[in-house]
Nanobody, 123 residues
């Protein structure tokens, strides 16, 4: 069983930065593709970024491209989301997730989910 725990969320002003971390308790962390999703109130869960098992391939949503970067450290069983130039519309609960099926934009392909961390961007 893989457990994922996000951290690093908080309140930041527009234009600021945050780095989210997602720590995994599983010994097989390096075998999973990882993803970041977010969900704002009354909206569907939205794809943010994904990274393959080795960390040499990533993909980000158009809405965050050039501002957000996903990375991972398999030695630390941790995946990161560096968020720069934050905007009020980035306000959401951010979730990390693990997938057996490789990089994917679809939440249905992810088996493991963290509990989420709140990011609030003030204008």
């Amino acid at each position: 069983q893989v457990q994922l725990v996000e951290s690093g969320g908080g309140l930041v002003q527009a234009g600021g930065s945050l780095r989210l971390s997602c720590a995994s308790s599983g010994r097989t962390f390096s075998s999973y593709a990882m993803g970041w999703f977010r969900q704002a109130p009354e909206k569907e869960r939205e794809f943010v970024a994904t990274i393959n098992w080795s960390g040499d391939s990533t993909r980000t949503a158009d809405s965050v491209k050039g501002r957000f970067t996903v990375s991972r450290d398999n030695a630390k069983n941790t995946v990161y989301l560096q968020m720069n130039s934050l905007k009020p519309e980035d306000t959401a609960v951010y979730y990390c997730a693990g997938s057996d099926y490789g990089m994917s934009n679809s939440p249905v392909t992810y088996r493991y989910w963290g509990q989420g961390t709140q990011v609030t961007v003030s204008s």
